[in-house]
C-alpha cells in the first residue's frame, strides 16, 4: 500500500517562499502520477500541482502558474512543491497525493478515491 507524508509548511511573509516535501513508499514516483492539493477552513479542496511518472509532465492550477514548480526526485522517493511569491489566499493545508491510473491533467480534476492521501502540511501566508 502507497503511504505519503508531507512536510516543509510553516509561517511566510506575502512575497516570501516555501518548499514543501512529500515523502513516499519505494517507486511511487516512478509508478504513479502524483500531485499536491490544498483545503483552506470552511472552502472546497483545490487542485495545486500535478506531475507524471518519473517526473513526466505536470499541470498547474491556474492560480500557482507561474509561481509553483512541482518535481521529483525518484532516488529520494521525494516529491517537492516550490511556492515562490507566496500570497494569502495561498493560506491552506496542502496534501499530497498518488493515483495510479491518472494522468496530470486527469488529476487536475479529482477531489478523492487517491490510492494516497496525506495528513498534509500548513502552510500560512501573512499580508
Known amino acids: 500500500q502507497v503511504q505519503v507524508r508531507e512536510s516543509g509548511g510553516g509561517l511566510v511573509q506575502a512575497g516570501g517562499s516555501l518548499r514543501l516535501s512529500c515523502v513516499a513508499s519505494a517507486h511511487t514516483f516512478s509508478d504513479y502520477c502524483t500531485g499536491w492539493f490544498r483545503q483552506a477552513p470552511g472552502r472546497e479542496r483545490e487542485f495545486v500541482a500535478s506531475i507524471g511518472m518519473n517526473g513526466g509532465n505536470t499541470y498547474y492550477a491556474d492560480s500557482v502558474k507561474g509561481r509553483f514548480t512541482i518535481s521529483t526526485d525518484v532516488t529520494k522517493n521525494t516529491m517537492y512543491l516550490q511556492m515562490n511569491n507566496l500570497k494569502p489566499e495561498d493560506t491552506a493545508r496542502y496534501h499530497c497525493?498518488?493515483?495510479?491510473?491518472?494522468?496530470?491533467?486527469?488529476?487536475?480534476?479529482?477531489?478523492?478515491?487517491?490510492?494516497?492521501w496525506g495528513q498534509g502540511t500548513q502552510v500560512t501566508v501573512s499580508s
Open positions: 497525493a498518488a493515483d495510479y491510473y491518472a494522468t496530470p491533467q486527469t488529476m487536475s480534476n479529482k477531489r478523492d478515491l487517491f490510492d494516497a
